[in-house]
């Protein structure tokens, strides 16, 4: 099956990590966690929101892999980050990964940007992440998602 080129950028960045992780173009959308939970057949929480946010002072992406089910909480994350923080527009989000909003990976981003990744995650042997476009996902497990951000476990909530 070929796939779309945004989906194959995200497959050549996962090759890359040496993972056997393999991208799926569905004919539901995946959009949302809800979506995507419902096109794929697992549990909102197993899906990861890919989440840009952008710092007020320093102009930083941060990117936050979050579960499906939760919301992230910002004053916190400003704590943690160092910085205040706003939920980026999707001008700033494409033009950081080179992915829209609806389809924004854990991996191939344009430019390199601090990780964040929900805590909750964890909880799963297995989730799904985007794959660079509205309908394309790709299954992995936590420490897969740690292998191809190099995040940091935190709380998001």
């Given at each position: 099956?070929?796939?779309?080129?945004?989906?194959?950028?995200?497959?050549?960045?996962?090759?890359?990590?040496?993972?056997?992780?393999?991208?799926?173009?569905?004919?539901?959308?995946?959009?949302?966690?809800?979506?995507?939970?419902?096109?794929?057949?697992?549990?909102?929480?197993?899906?990861?929101?890919?989440?840009?946010?952008?710092?007020?002072?320093?102009?930083?992406?941060?990117?936050?892999?979050?579960?499906?089910?939760?919301?992230?909480?910002?004053?916190?994350?400003?704590?943690?980050?160092?910085?205040?923080?706003e939920k980026a527009t999707p001008e700033f989000v494409r033009q950081q990964t080179g992915f829209s909003i609806g389809g924004v990976p854990p991996v191939g981003h344009s430019q390199p940007m601090a990780t964040q990744i929900d805590q909750d995650l964890f909880q799963w042997d297995v989730i799904w992440a985007?794959?660079?476009?509205?309908?394309?996902?790709?299954?992995?497990?936590?420490?897969?998602?740690?292998?191809?951000?190099?995040?940091?476990?935190?709380?998001?909530?």
């Amino acid at each position: 099956m070929n796939l779309s080129p945004q989906a194959q950028i995200v497959q050549k960045a996962l090759s890359a990590h040496g993972l056997d992780l393999k991208v799926l173009e569905l004919p539901a959308s995946t959009r949302t966690a809800q979506e995507a939970a419902l096109a794929i057949g697992c549990q909102v929480a197993q899906i990861v929101k890919s989440l840009i946010f952008r710092g007020r002072q320093s102009g930083l992406p941060f990117y936050i892999a979050v579960s499906g089910v939760n919301r992230v909480n910002e004053a916190q994350m400003e704590k943690l980050l160092g910085e205040p923080i706003e939920k980026a527009t999707p001008e700033f989000v494409r033009q950081q990964t080179g992915f829209s909003i609806g389809g924004v990976p854990p991996v191939g981003h344009s430019q390199p940007m601090a990780t964040q990744i929900d805590q909750d995650l964890f909880q799963w042997d297995v989730i799904w992440a985007a794959a660079g476009t509205p309908n394309a996902v790709f299954q992995l497990t936590p420490a897969d998602l740690m292998t191809i951000t190099r995040g940091r476990v935190i709380s998001v909530t």
